[in-house]
């Protein structure tokens, strides 16, 4: 007879207030709404779904069966295929579905159909759109997401995913400006009761209290990599700064190269209703797309990623510290195993045991576990103390071939202080020398009463030039002043090439969220083909928001959580 579920007190200390480490960094809470969300859609709200562009059939049964089992194994389990379409189909501005010679607005629409599809996106290649361009996904059932081409790289994007058979892409841009794209493949997720096999001793993180702060923190991650959409487990993590740019922490063996990191797609708040309750579905919860790849350590297993925003509503941020675990010391776990809600684990620091082929404690940390286990989709899930500073991340078990519910398990977490210098250091806490008031000269412009320095350099590697931005100053280019908030939008320019110092390359705008989310935005575009980094300084707190966009890009760059108030 099944056991009724039963709620167990476990003993965390909760910092969930300042709690200063000479080591490492505290954690802390972050309150973020949803990005503003441009206007519907035109043909979503008329119900029709439009031109086919493709339609798949449905993938056989013995290729889910091949997939299932090659998911008994190590490594991310793959949730789902990439499938390419027999026909990629290109669109181009002027194969509109609407158009105004008023307002120059230009509309486009498909709808990809696979048989049987449990969930689907697409990935678009040769991307060029303008930044006034919006795109939304939504499938038969209601899902709708809405997104622009930031989330592009390399001339690739990924959409947000929709429930059901049917995927319906629309774009719409403005002015008359030149769109263009190629919708190439799309990504099939299976039923996650499908392709993987759950073990017994997992445990409901619902079933224990004291972990509600930190699940706000941690993310089902869903990717893709060649051929298949695999599955993992990241979490938020703060910097020295506090600034709560929505830093997130992973396994090297999850993702490891940017194209993987900006297809990454995150679920948050994925927890069943209560303890052995029922498993919400995924279009219910808040989700973020796309993310950049920082900094990753193959040695140590670990990865560095930016995400293009932090997700709404309350999130706390795990601390860390440079200090490893001491021998028997409890330490915490939540995943998301197998694509299942969150799963909790505890295990006790393992200083003895034989260690694994290629994983030394140098730069790993074993541990024995004594609540739950961890299998599959767990892989990239921080490792924390009971004071919710992380020590690793998640890089699988030990032996390879060990039962996870068996006593001979031993689980190995990729040490945070092993990889810090190299992965973490330069961005959880950069070296920052004595930041001095913004003085506006031929490279520097100083924004929002010249609290923000800004700088741009740049890289042409077809023409062979590099070098520093030069600032374009004009008599009309002034601040919008609120009598109030001051001021609270400025416009930055800058040149590029010696022989066009006039010719405006990059556009960098700041505004001043006020009683929106009282953060300072940043919107950035380029209109030249060359590789070029945005550095902005915070003369006061001397934080700093840095941006590489490469070569190529089109698009607008947008973060709404730049820097903090005030």
């Known amino acids: 007879m099944k056991r009724a579920p039963v709620v167990v007190v476990i003993s965390l200390l909760l910092s969930l207030t300042s709690r200063v480490s000479?080591?490492?960094?505290?954690?802390?809470?972050?309150?973020?709404?949803?990005?503003?969300?441009?206007?519907?859609?035109?043909?979503?709200?008329?119900?029709?779904?439009?031109?086919?562009?493709?339609?798949?059939?449905?993938?056989?049964?013995?290729?889910?069966?091949?997939?299932?089992?090659?998911?008994t194994g190590t490594g991310p389990p793959r949730i789902g295929f990439v499938r390419a379409l027999p026909n990629p189909y290109a669109v181009q501005r002027n194969r509109a579905i609407q158009a105004t010679s008023a307002s120059r607005e230009w509309n486009?629409?498909?709808?990809?159909?696979?048989?049987?599809?449990?969930?689907?996106?697409?990935?678009?290649?040769?991307?060029?759109?303008?930044?006034?361009?919006?795109?939304?996904?939504?499938?038969?059932?209601?899902?709708?997401?809405?997104f622009d081409g930031s989330l592009a790289h390399d001339g690739v994007l990924w959409t947000p995913s929709v429930a059901g058979q049917t995927i319906t892409l629309e774009v719409r841009t403005q002015n008359?400006?030149?769109?263009?794209?190629?919708?190439?493949?799309?990504?099939?997720?299976?039923?996650?009761?499908?392709?993987v096999a759950h073990a017994a001793c997992l445990q409901d993180a619902r079933c224990f209290t004291g972990l509600e702060d930190y699940g706000t923190s941690v993310a089902h991650m869903v990717y893709a990599s060649g051929a298949n959409l695999y599955v993992c487990t990241g979490g938020l993590i703060l910097d020295s700064a506090r600034t709560f740019a929505p830093y997130f922490i992973?396994?090297?063996?999850?993702?490891?190269?940017?194209?993987?990191?900006?297809?990454?797609?995150?679920?948050?708040?994925?927890?069943?209703?209560?303890?052995?309750?029922?498993?919400p579905p995924l279009s219910t919860l808040p989700r973020r797309s796309g993310s950049t790849l920082l900094a990753t350590s193959a040695t140590s297993d670990l990865s560095l990623l930016r995400l293009h925003s932090t997700p709404p509503g309350s999130r706390w941020f795990f601390g860390w510290t440079t200090t490893p675990p001491s021998a028997g010391e409890t330490l915490h776990r939540l995943s998301h195993p197998d694509s299942?809600?969150?799963?909790?684990?505890?295990?006790?620091?393992?200083?003895?045991?034989?260690?694994?082929?290629?994983?030394?404690?140098?730069?790993?940390?074993?541990?024995?576990?004594?609540?739950?286990?961890?299998?599959?989709?767990?892989?990239?899930?921080?490792?924390?103390?009971?004071?919710?500073?992380?020590?690793?991340?998640?890089?699988?078990?030990?032996?390879?071939?060990?039962?996870?519910?068996?006593?001979?398990?031993?689980?190995?977490?990729?040490?945070?202080?092993?990889?810090?210098?190299?992965?973490?250091?330069?961005?959880l806490n950069p070296d920052v020398t004595q930041c001095s008031p913004c003085v506006a000269n031929q490279t520097t412009s100083c924004l929002l009463g010249n609290r923000f320095k800004v700088t741009?350099?740049?890289?042409?590697?077809?023409?062979?030039?590099?070098?520093?931005?030069?600032?374009?100053?004009?008599?009309?280019?002034?601040?919008?002043?609120?009598?109030?908030?001051?001021?609270?939008?400025?416009?930055?320019?800058?040149?590029?090439?010696?022989?066009?110092?006039?010719?405006?390359?990059?556009?960098?705008?700041?505004?001043?969220?006020?009683?929106?989310?009282?953060?300072?935005?940043?919107?950035?575009?380029?209109?030249?083909?060359?590789?070029?980094?945005?550095?902005?300084?915070?003369?006061?707190?001397?934080?700093t928001w840095q941006r590489t966009i490469p070569s190529g890009a089109t698009t607008m760059l947008k973060d709404f959580e730049a820097f903090p108030f005030p």
């Open 456 to 543: 741009m350099s740049w890289s042409d590697s077809f023409a062979n030039l590099s070098g520093v931005g030069s600032r374009i100053t004009y008599a009309e280019n002034l601040p919008e002043i609120h009598p109030q908030f001051g001021p609270l939008s400025e416009s930055a320019f800058f040149s590029m090439y010696s022989f066009s110092p006039k010719s405006i390359e990059t556009l960098v705008r700041m505004i001043k969220g006020a009683n929106i989310n009282d953060k300072y935005w940043v919107f950035v575009t380029g209109f030249a083909g060359a590789q070029y980094t945005v550095t902005i300084q915070d003369s006061q707190s001397c934080a």
């Open 108 to 146: 486009w629409r498909g709808t990809v159909e696979v048989e049987g599809g449990h969930r689907l996106r697409l990935k678009l290649e040769d991307v060029h759109v303008p930044p006034t361009a919006t795109f939304w996904v939504y499938g038969a059932g209601g899902d709708i997401s809405s």
């Open 176 to 195: 008359g400006e030149a769109t263009s794209f190629t919708v190439a493949a799309v990504g099939e997720m299976r039923g996650p009761d499908e392709v």
């Open 340 to 427: 299942q809600p969150q799963r909790y684990s505890a295990s006790t620091v393992d200083t003895i045991s034989t260690t694994c082929f290629a994983t030394p404690r140098t730069s790993y940390i074993y541990s024995k576990p004594t609540v739950g286990t961890v299998i599959g989709g767990s892989s990239g899930s921080p490792i924390f103390k009971s004071n919710g500073q992380i020590v690793g991340a998640l890089t699988g078990g030990c032996p390879g071939n060990a039962d996870a519910c068996g006593t001979s398990m031993r689980t190995i977490d990729g040490a945070f202080s092993s990889a810090y210098a190299s992965v973490f250091k330069p961005f």
């Open 22 to 71: 000479a080591d490492g960094v505290p954690g802390g809470w972050q309150t973020s709404s949803d990005t503003p969300v441009a206007q519907a859609p035109l043909r979503a709200l008329q119900g029709s779904t439009g031109l086919v562009v493709a339609s798949l059939t449905a993938i056989p049964g013995h290729e889910i069966e091949t997939l299932r089992r090659s998911n």
């Open 250 to 279: 992973t396994a090297n063996h999850c993702i490891s190269t940017a194209a993987e990191a900006a297809s990454l797609e995150t679920f948050w708040d994925y927890t069943t209703s209560n303890c052995g309750g029922a498993t």
